[in-house]
């Protein structure tokens, strides 16, 4: 199965700030790949699809790239309801794996 | 809106068998691949399992596999996930999801395995 590395696995962050999060893929996936945002207690909402494409309803300040098998998601000025579980996903190939996640929490 | 609707969750012996379902609304339910993910206490993400709109063909994890099947109902827009010999590590909050890239999500639904 292809591994999705992600990292970091946690962030303190204050709001204003701008905030990476990255996943490495174990081969080459295209740009199958999406991002996802879970609010503590609630259901996981798509953000970034396509590793770029931002979701319909989803704010600017969220970004995804690409450079080769290494994902990013960008988050610029934090704002509250960003604070959050991160996760990334791989719609490339069968069985689809996500990322460990990443907490972003408040400094 | 699109809505996603689990049941069937519970609370179940090791070795025991369950069979969750999800009511789909809201969209064009044969047009969409649906997929199964399911999240433990505390812990991340983990997709299980996912069922084409095209053909059928079921598609998992290989923790799951050979234990778990994925099936739909077209005519009555539901997607269900037949779980046997069930492990206390199967204990999860399971969600019903939408498409391959997984655009909407069910509420979940809580499976516990425990004797």
């Known amino acids: 199965a292809i591994q999705m590395t992600q990292s970091p696995s946690s962030l303190s962050a204050s709001v204003g700030d701008r905030v990476t999060i990255t996943c490495r893929a174990s081969?080459?996936?295209?740009?199958?790949f999406g991002w996802y945002q879970q609010r503590p207690g609630k259901t996981p909402k798509l953000l970034i699809f396509a590793a770029s494409k931002l979701e319909r309803g989803v704010p600017s300040r969220f970004s995804g790239s690409v450079s080769g098998t290494v994902f990013t998601l960008t988050i610029n000025s934090l704002q509250p309801e960003d604070f959050a579980s991160y996760y990334c996903?791989?719609?490339?190939?069968?069985?689809?794996?996500f990322g460990r996640g990443t907490r972003l929490e408040i400094k | 809106e699109v809505q996603l609707v689990e049941s069937g969750g519970g609370l179940v012996q090791p070795g025991g068998s369950l069979r969750l379902s999800c009511v789909a609304s809201g969209f064009t339910f044969d047009n969409f691949a649906m997929t199964w993910v399911r999240q433990a206490a505390g812990t991340g993400l983990e997709w299980i399992a996912a069922l084409s709109a095209s053909d059928d063909v079921p598609y998992y994890a290989d923790s799951v596999k050979g234990r778990f099947t994925i099936s739909r109902d077209d005519s009555l827009n539901t997607v269900y996930l037949q779980m046997s010999s069930l492990r206390v590590e199967d204990t999860a909050l399971y969600y019903c999801a939408r498409g391959l890239t997984i655009d909407a999500w069910g509420q979940g639904i809580l499976v516990t395995v425990s004797s």
């Open positions: 996903l791989q719609y490339f190939k069968y069985p689809y794996t």
């Open positions: 081969q080459d996936i295209r740009d199958d």
